[in-house]
Nanobody, 114 residues
């Protein structure tokens, strides 16, 4: 079992920055990749970014050049979000995948408004 705890969400003005953090607890050595997804009101959850255990990253087109995913060890991953837009407003979820399963955090709200 893996538990994921997100933090770092909040209210920010357009053009501003936020850094989300995700801490993994439990069977962390069974994690291959960690990523971020988001869900805006009335919309389906969508992919944002992913980083593998080897450090390979991939981003949704809508965030390329503005968001950066990083991972400092098997336990923690981060999402640096710059040049935020109103359309980035959503609940952001941390995800961990591996042979042990597919796990989600509880989500953290990001609101971009002036």
């Amino acid at each position: 079992q893996v538990q994921l705890v997100e933090s770092g969400g909040g209210l920010v003005q357009p053009g501003g920055s936020l850094r989300l953090s995700c801490a993994a607890f439990g069977s962390i050595f069974g994690i291959d990749s960690m990523g971020w997804y988001r869900q805006a009101p009335g919309k389906q959850r969508e992919f944002v970014a992913i980083i593998t255990s080897g450090g390979t990253t991939n981003y949704a087109d809508s965030v390329k050049g503005r968001f950066t995913i990083s991972r400092d060890n098997a336990k923690n991953t981060y999402l640096q979000m710059n040049s935020l837009k109103s359309e980035d407003t959503a609940v952001y979820y941390c995800n961990a995948k591996g042979p042990i399963g597919n796990y989600w955090g509880q989500g953290t709200q990001v609101t971009v408004a002036s």
